[in-house]
């Protein structure tokens, strides 16, 4: 997940005027704080917290949010925000709210102070409300008690100038703090997990109430602003190959893409040897006859089955398929060439911004702050010299979204509802060599009994 730009917003968004930048600083929850923000109807953007001031140049959005991380203020090169970020949100009248490692930051750079907590808190912990009224909490809430998810080693132990104290952990620790005339708020607790029942209130209330933000962001904005932007992007003379998978992401980018172009838009479907039973059959019937899309299917399975001979590790299957996916492409792309008279230019992929997230830090990011949780292979597994330029219609939306955006476009309930089935498919459900014995055929006999849960 690489920093966003103001040339990578949708002008849905309306130049920021309801956006919600969430800065990374490497929490697992992170991405939570953008889907909730999105739940609430309202257009939110993950981008690096470390990244240069620069790349957010002409964005103003209407808040800001620092989140978590699992570093201390203290520790040397402990990730911040650059330099005159405070200034930018100033002057763009943008209201800040720190969450736990994002709130200790904020309270250090305005001259408060945070040390190692005589009561580091980790788990459920009830906070309590210490003033009649409050812009986080609303009026008439003191002595009120909620539980909610601490995870901190430091506390902040002095407020700078200005700020106030609006709840407290039973431990007495610093829990909420506000700053209204400069528009700084803090939680030094999750309000994105479930494990803190009424931390969604305290967002709806932070971006609604305190904002005054409009839950104006909707699937319709997105599915139009999507075809504008690949009708600008490709040429009335181009062409593009879509590679499809026969799952929800794949199929909706190809259902969007030939909205927006046509014929010119080339679907693939690829067998590599790593696909469910009779899956091949199963989803070229569904595309003829359900979605009327024009797709050729290439047996490749002996291609990526012989690369990935001798291979355990999960991981590098998963850049392996990548790379031999692209080949593919790369040859059908040759073979349309022949047959059209001219070269396909663009790729599409259902990628997501899990996906997306998952496999940061991608090249060119600059993020040192968050860790890999694991490639994806139309992520991490992308080869550099790749000669097709991507078209990614759904790199900033979550599963559910993709989901919505389907129904809009009249994708069958069937194809919507299928059960999640990735492109490394079976290779990374075998524990050892995929080659080996029979041990595909093996998954394939148990998946009609149970399907499988794929990570």
């Not at 490709?234 to 499809?244: K, N, Q, T, W, Y």
């Not at 080339?266 to 989803?283: I, M, P, Q, S, T």
């Not at 991490?380 to 559910?400: A, H, Q």
Request: charged share 25%; glycine share 10%; proline share 5%.
């Amino acid at each position: 997940m690489g920093s966003a730009s103001a040339s990578s917003l949708p002008t849905s968004a309306g130049a920021g005027e309801n956006l919600v930048l969430i800065l990374d600083f490497g929490s697992q929850y992170t991405h939570l704080i953008t889907r909730r923000v999105r739940q609430l109807g309202v257009l939110s953007l993950c981008v690096s917290g470390t990244a240069p001031l620069s790349s957010l140049a002409g964005l103003r959005p209407r808040a800001v949010v620092l989140s978590g991380g699992p570093h201390s203020v203290h520790a040397p090169g402990a990730p911040s925000f650059p330099e005159g970020f405070l200034d930018f949100t100033a002057d763009a009248g943008a209201h800040v709210l720190g969450v736990c490692y994002g709130m200790q930051l904020l309270v250090q750079s305005l001259g408060g102070a945070v040390e190692a907590g005589e009561r580091q808190e980790y788990g459920d912990m009830e906070v309590e409300v210490t003033t009649r009224s409050s812009a986080l909490y609303g009026e008439g809430e003191v002595g009120k008690r909620q539980t909610v998810w601490m995870s901190h080693g430091d506390e902040v132990v002095r407020l700078p100038e200005g700020f106030k104290v609006v709840s407290r952990s039973v431990q007495g620790a610093i829990a909420a703090i506000e700053h209204q005339e400069k528009r700084y708020y803090g939680l030094q607790y999750h309000p994105e997990v479930t494990h803190s029942p009424q931390g969604i209130e305290t967002l709806r209330r932070f971006l609604f109430d305190v904002c005054g933000i409009k839950a104006d962001w909707k699937m319709q904005d997105v599915l139009d602003e999507e075809i504008k932007t690949i009708q600008s992007m490709v040429r009335s003379d181009e062409h593009v190959i879509c590679a499809l998978s026969g799952g929800v992401d794949s199929t909706v980018a190809a259902t969007l893409v030939h909205n927006a172009i046509g014929d010119r838009l080339h679907c693939v479907f690829v067998d590599n040897g790593l696909l469910r039973y009779k899956e091949k059959e199963r989803v070229m019937s569904t595309f003829d006859s359900d979605l009327h899309l024009p797709v050729t299917c290439i047996d490749a399975s002996e291609q990526f089955l012989s690369q990935l001979k001798g291979v355990k590790d999960p991981e590098m299957k998963r850049k392996i398929i990548g790379k031999e996916f692209i080949a593919v492409f790369d040859e059908f792309a040759q073979m349309l060439e022949q047959k059209i008279g001219k070269r396909p230019e663009y790729l599409v992929q259902g990628t997501l911004y899990p996906d997306v997230i998952e496999s940061c830090p991608p090249p060119g990011s600059g993020r040192t702050h968050s860790h890999t949780i694991k490639s994806h292979h139309n992520v991490g597994g992308l080869p550099e010299d790749m000669k097709l330029k991507l078209i990614e219609p759904l790199k900033l939306l979550f599963k559910d979204e993709v989901r919505k955006l389907g129904s809009i476009l009249n994708v069958p309930e069937s194809f919507l509802k299928r059960h999640p089935f990735p492109g490394p498919g079976l290779a990374v459900r075998v524990l050892g060599d995929v080659t080996e014995g029979n041990a595909l055929e093996v998954l394939r006999q148990v998946e009609l009994f149970e399907p499988l849960d794929f990570c």
